[in-house]
């Protein structure tokens, strides 16, 4: 067994049929801030595990024996961490099966290993990379701590789809003046979306159109009202129930976020806001 | 920062940056489109109009199955019917003159971003998107922009847009905007409609409540018509203090000057109207005096001394008519007007002159 790979024991490990996602360790828990405790304070993304956690009991209650998916922890470059983080871990009772640590040079490498379905993190050039090699990728969003913050989760779960990447043809993009990153980017997140789609398939279906604890949102930056129902259509032909839908049409994406407020977000390259928004 | 955008739009050099960026793209994607669709203005410096798609098709029948059969079937109903147009609503005749306007613009000022914007804003479920887009693609509308909040309430989003005016058929969501601070209005659907002028855009406003603020209205409510002229004549020369639609009529004027600029007062595609219940003698100087202190222009005003308004919007033609009293815009329905109401004020508690037992919507 893998030195680096530490297993959760208070929680049950699952089939690998059940979907892995892979979110990474930054953010989740408080790195920067250096403690003397065994465990860690919550980070900007901690929410996201508990919503991740509120969702798949939401379900065990309406069919139990059905988990949504596994999630595991990658840490990057962690290795001194390793005690705090699996006390940490366990001192909240996250619902996290596996921490997998390893060095900057391996992160590729270690990612595919995982066969993670979906990588999440808060570091756009992480998202960028694993987009690359093929794993379908997306950013976190921070969300600030609320006062009093209690296991339950009120707002819906939001997941921001790309419209450009949905309905805009690469073509048509080179044209417009952005740079090579940004195009190789768009390119990746293009070839992994009908897997990214597969994987918000697979959360939405269980709920229904209304109040469902998981929200689908679309939206096109770049594209006009015609590229917006082509990417309307194609999320339909993936199966996905879309429930919100934004054509920006070069307005400007940074207070159209901030209203939506996504938990996680597709990484298109094509977004000016280096730093996602936290909720506010 | 254009004078034309709501006050709380806040300066922010990171987000101005990330603006440049976002706008720079779409601008450059835009522009080798090749096609004949004209690209949409700046946000920052156009007039944005945000309509619902209630006030912009007339969605009675959907209506009615998704409040008598749920969301489910009325979602199943749009994408069966999604090749099929929705037909044109309340707003429709307005949204095709802010367009006459805009091609009168772009020939005037080729590069200019100060035209009219307009964003279908609706609460509306995102799957209902594609027949919306079918249906403003088959009238040939020019809607770049769309907020589908799927559910959700549209306010936020408003802000976002930096809207100049909002219409929708919710006229709750049309008071919470107007307590954010953005004009808007409440539309109805009505059977009859005048024939309307292709040229030009005529928009008629009602006075107290609307453009003004209810200071006044809340004097003839309260003391009566006689304190109420005493009032307004020992006070002729303070201005009221804005109403929620001020700022709207600011922003036309703002267009308007464009093509007063260019020698075309005498055909400029774009007209106000004041039309109010008050009397240009006793009353009607301080509503002038208060409209110079602000700098801005009405085309007509029509002071009716109490007389109905709906025999004279008759006649004017407005492609839409503002007013805070329901029983005005039931009259002006009556002959054909297309009314929007501003719930704003206390006119809201009465109804012709006189109050409403039981507080609340008078719809």
Same mark, same amino acid.
């Given at each position: 067994?893998?030195?680096?790979?530490?297993?959760?024991?208070?929680?049950?490990?699952?089939?690998?049929?059940?979907?892995?996602?892979?979110?990474?360790?930054?953010?989740?828990?408080?790195?920067?801030?250096?403690?003397?405790?065994?465990?860690?304070?919550?980070?900007?993304?901690?929410?996201?595990?508990?919503?991740?956690?509120?969702?798949?009991?939401?379900?065990?209650?309406?069919?139990?024996?059905?988990?949504?998916?596994?999630?595991?922890?990658?840490?990057?470059?962690?290795?001194?961490?390793?005690?705090?983080?699996?006390?940490?871990?366990?001192?909240?009772?996250?619902?996290?099966?596996?921490?997998?640590?390893?060095?900057?040079?391996?992160?590729?490498?270690?990612? #595919?290993?995982?066969? !993670?379905?979906? =990588?999440?993190?808060?570091? +756009?050039? @992480? &998202?960028?990379?694993?987009?690359? $090699?093929?794993?379908?990728?997306?950013?976190?969003?921070?969300?600030?701590?609320?006062?009093?913050? #209690?296991?339950?989760? !009120?707002?819906? =779960?939001?997941?921001?789809? +790309?419209? @450009? &990447?949905?309905?805009?043809?690469? $073509?048509?993009?080179?044209?417009?003046?952005?740079?090579?990153?940004?195009?190789?980017?768009?390119?990746?997140?293009?070839?992994?979306?009908?897997?990214?789609?597969?994987?918000?398939?697979?959360?939405?279906?269980?709920?229904?159109?209304?109040?469902?604890?998981?929200?689908?949102?679309?939206?096109?930056?770049?594209?006009?009202?015609?590229?917006?129902?082509?990417?309307?259509?194609?999320?339909?032909?993936?199966?996905?129930?879309?429930?919100?839908?934004?054509?920006?049409?070069?307005?400007?994406?940074?207070?159209?976020?901030?209203?939506?407020?996504?938990?996680?977000?597709?990484?298109?390259?094509?977004?000016?806001?280096?730093?996602?928004?936290?909720?506010? | 920062?254009?004078?034309?955008?709501?006050?709380?739009?806040?300066?922010?050099?990171?987000?101005?940056?990330?603006?440049?960026?976002?706008?720079?793209?779409?601008?450059?994607?835009?522009?080798?489109?090749?096609?004949?669709?004209?690209?949409?203005?700046?946000?920052?410096?156009?007039?944005?109009?945000?309509?619902?798609?209630?006030?912009?098709?007339?969605?009675?029948?959907?209506?009615?199955?998704?409040?008598?059969?749920?969301?489910?079937?009325?979602?199943?109903?749009?994408?069966?019917?999604?090749?099929?147009?929705?037909?044109?609503?309340?707003?429709?005749?307005?949204?095709?003159?802010?367009?006459?306007?805009?091609?009168?613009?772009?020939?005037?000022?080729?590069?200019?971003?100060?035209?009219?914007?307009?964003?279908?804003?609706?609460?509306?479920?995102?799957?209902?998107?594609?027949?919306?887009?079918?249906?403003?693609?088959?009238?040939?509308?020019?809607?770049?922009?769309?907020?589908?909040?799927?559910?959700?309430?549209?306010?936020?989003?408003?802000?976002?847009?930096?809207?100049?005016?909002?219409?929708?058929?919710?006229?709750?969501?049309?008071?919470?905007?107007?307590?954010?601070?953005?004009?808007?209005?409440?539309?109805?659907?009505?059977?009859?409609?005048?024939?309307?002028?292709?040229?030009?855009?005529?928009?008629?406003?009602?006075?107290?409540?609307?453009?003004?603020?209810?200071?006044?209205?809340?004097?003839?409510?309260?003391?009566?018509?006689?304190?109420?002229?005493?009032?307004?004549?020992?006070?002729?020369?303070?201005?009221?203090?804005?109403?929620?639609?001020?700022?709207?009529?600011?922003?036309?004027?703002?267009?308007?000057?464009?093509?007063?600029?260019?020698?075309?007062?005498?055909?400029?595609?774009?007209?106000?109207?004041?039309?109010?219940?008050?009397?240009?003698?006793?009353?009607?100087?301080?509503?002038?005096?208060?409209?110079?202190?602000?700098?801005?222009?009405?085309?007509?005003?029509?002071?009716?001394?109490?007389?109905?308004?709906?025999?004279?919007?008759?006649?004017?033609?407005?492609?839409?008519?503002?007013?805070?009293?329901?029983?005005?815009?039931?009259?002006?329905?009556?002959?054909?007007?297309?009314?929007?109401?501003?719930?704003?004020?206390?006119?809201?508690?009465?109804?012709?002159?006189?109050?409403?037992?039981?507080?609340?919507?008078?719809?």
């Amino acid at each position: 067994m893998d030195p680096n790979i530490i297993t959760n024991t208070d929680v049950v490990q699952l089939p690998s049929s059940v979907i892995v996602i892979a979110v990474s360790c930054h953010g989740i828990f408080d790195l920067d801030t250096p403690t003397e405790l065994d465990t860690l304070s919550k980070g900007p993304t901690f929410s996201f595990i508990k919503a991740i956690q509120a969702m798949n009991e939401k379900l065990t209650g309406k069919t139990p024996k059905v988990t949504l998916f596994d999630v595991i922890i990658l840490a990057k470059d962690l290795q001194g961490n390793q005690a705090k983080i699996e006390n940490s871990i366990k001192h909240y009772g996250l619902p996290i099966s596996r921490c997998w640590f390893f060095n900057n040079e391996e992160f590729t490498q270690s990612l #595919k290993s995982t066969n !993670a379905k979906l =990588f999440l993190s808060m570091d +756009s050039s @992480d &998202v960028c990379k694993a987009l690359q $090699e093929g794993v379908p990728a997306a950013l976190l969003c921070p969300q600030t701590q609320a006062e009093g913050d #209690k296991e339950q989760v !009120a707002n819906p =779960f939001k997941v921001l789809l +790309s419209g @450009d &990447v949905m309905g805009l043809p690469e $073509e048509k993009l080179s044209e417009a003046g952005l740079s090579q990153p940004q195009l190789q980017t768009f390119k990746a997140a293009k070839a992994s979306m009908a897997e990214f789609a597969a994987v918000i398939r697979e959360m939405r279906r269980h709920f229904a159109r209304e109040d469902s604890p998981l929200r689908v949102t679309l939206m096109s930056v770049l594209g006009s009202s015609k590229e917006w129902a082509s990417a309307l259509l194609t999320a339909r032909g993936l199966g996905l129930e879309v429930d919100e839908a934004y054509c920006l049409a070069g307005a400007s994406s940074g207070p159209i976020l901030n209203c939506i407020q996504p938990h996680i977000m597709c990484y298109d390259g094509l977004y000016s806001v280096t730093e996602v928004p936290a909720l506010s | 920062m254009s004078e034309i955008k709501p006050n709380d739009v806040v300066a922010d050099s990171a987000a101005d940056a990330g603006e440049e960026k976002d706008w720079a793209a779409a601008k450059a994607f835009f522009d080798n489109l090749k096609t004949k669709k004209p690209r949409p203005p700046k946000p920052r410096y156009a007039v944005t109009i945000a309509v619902s798609s209630r006030t912009l098709f007339n969605m009675t029948e959907e209506r009615k199955i998704y409040e008598e059969e749920g969301l489910e079937t009325y979602v199943a109903h749009h994408i069966a019917h999604e090749n099929e147009p929705l037909r044109p609503g309340a707003a429709f005749p307005f949204v095709k003159a802010l367009m006459t306007v805009n091609d009168k613009l772009r020939e005037l000022y080729p590069d200019s971003e100060e035209l009219f914007d307009i964003v279908l804003m609706t609460n509306n479920h995102a799957q209902v998107g594609v027949r919306l887009i079918n249906s403003i693609n088959h009238y040939d509308l020019t809607i770049e922009r769309f907020c589908m909040t799927g559910g959700q309430s549209p306010i936020g989003y408003l802000k976002a847009y930096m809207t100049n005016l909002y219409l929708s058929k919710n006229s709750e969501t049309v008071t919470e905007a107007i307590e954010e601070g953005i004009a808007a209005a409440t539309m109805f659907n009505s059977d009859t409609q005048n024939q309307l002028c292709e040229d030009q855009l005529r928009v008629a406003f009602d006075g107290d409540a609307v453009l003004f603020s209810d200071e006044s209205e809340i004097i003839v409510k309260k003391h009566g018509l006689d304190t109420f002229f005493e009032h307004e004549k020992e006070y002729e020369n303070k201005p009221l203090a804005q109403g929620p639609l001020k700022c709207f009529l600011e922003a036309l004027g703002k267009l308007q000057r464009k093509f007063y600029a260019k020698n075309e007062r005498m055909n400029c595609p774009i007209r106000t109207f004041l039309v109010t219940a008050r009397s240009a003698a006793s009353s009607g100087a301080r509503v002038l005096k208060t409209l110079r202190s602000w700098g801005l222009e009405i085309d007509e005003a029509l002071f009716l001394a109490g007389a109905p308004k709906g025999p004279l919007l008759q006649k004017i033609r407005p492609h839409i008519f503002f007013d805070d009293q329901m029983f005005h815009i039931e009259g002006a329905q009556e002959l054909g007007t297309i009314s929007a109401h501003v719930p704003y004020g206390i006119g809201q508690k009465y109804h012709k002159g006189k109050l409403i037992e039981k507080p609340g919507s008078k719809n």
